[in-house]
């Protein structure tokens, strides 16, 4: 299938997965080695990669090695607490510049708070981070994000935590169409058929940790999440077929047919 190219890297995956929620790094790691995921994002502000010594580090479940880091903001409600992160966050990844950045409006909704996400994306691309931005599904605020110079931008399907599904195809649409860098849906996917539904409209990617983590057995979700996302993918590619309102068409030719 074809790559996903982010800042010029090329992916083979086109499922980006969380490290949070899960009962442990052991099944962070099987959850992440389940779901093909090479990209993954990591809370600096509630994840261990390397600020405690002595406590467990996500860097040896998940070694650097082999996964491609994106450090977010999460639990960041202000631009200045999101670039204080991401500047610790490459001092922690040694120079590691490819990050998510998230400003969130409120604890309750956890709704992008887009002007102070405007203000800490221009200060992060001018301080030479490559940044993938959470954002709203204005189409509008998409573009300026872009022009700022955001590697991709990550519109929410729904809220964050909900698995809501995609509940905006018209306004991911709009932003499919305007945008030239990629569009990865970042919330509110719950399961599987949310995860295809966003691909088969012609979104790049899907960002998820919740879907999985939340899951019953998270493992096998991850497993299901990997092939939507591919199946999707394909869908998107092949092209489906026309709807066609009110008008049946048999599935089998009707000339030729034996004994007519």
Known sequence: MDQLIIAGKPYSS????????????????????????????????????????????????????????????????????????????????????????EVLGDPQSLYPNVVETLKAAEVLVKDGFQVMVYTSDDPIVARQLEDIGCVAVMPLASLIGSGMGILNPWNLQIIIDRVKVPVVVDAGVGTASDAAIAMELGCDAVLMNTAIAGAQNPVLMAEAMKQAVEAGRKAYLAGRMPKKIYTASPSSPTSGLIGS
């Open 14 to 101: 086109r499922l980006l997965v969380g490290t949070g929620k899960y009962r442990d790094f052991d099944e962070t790691r099987r959850a992440v080695e389940a779901s093909g995921a090479e990209i993954v994002t990591v809370a600096i502000r509630r994840t261990n990669i390397g600020q405690d010594a002595g406590q467990p580090s996500l860097l040896d479940a998940l070694p650097p090695s082999k996964y491609t880091y994106l450090p977010n903001t999460a639990g960041c409600y202000t631009a200045d607490e999101a670039i204080r992160t991401l500047r610790l966050a490459r001092e922690l990844l040694d120079g590691h510049s490819l990050v998510k950045l």
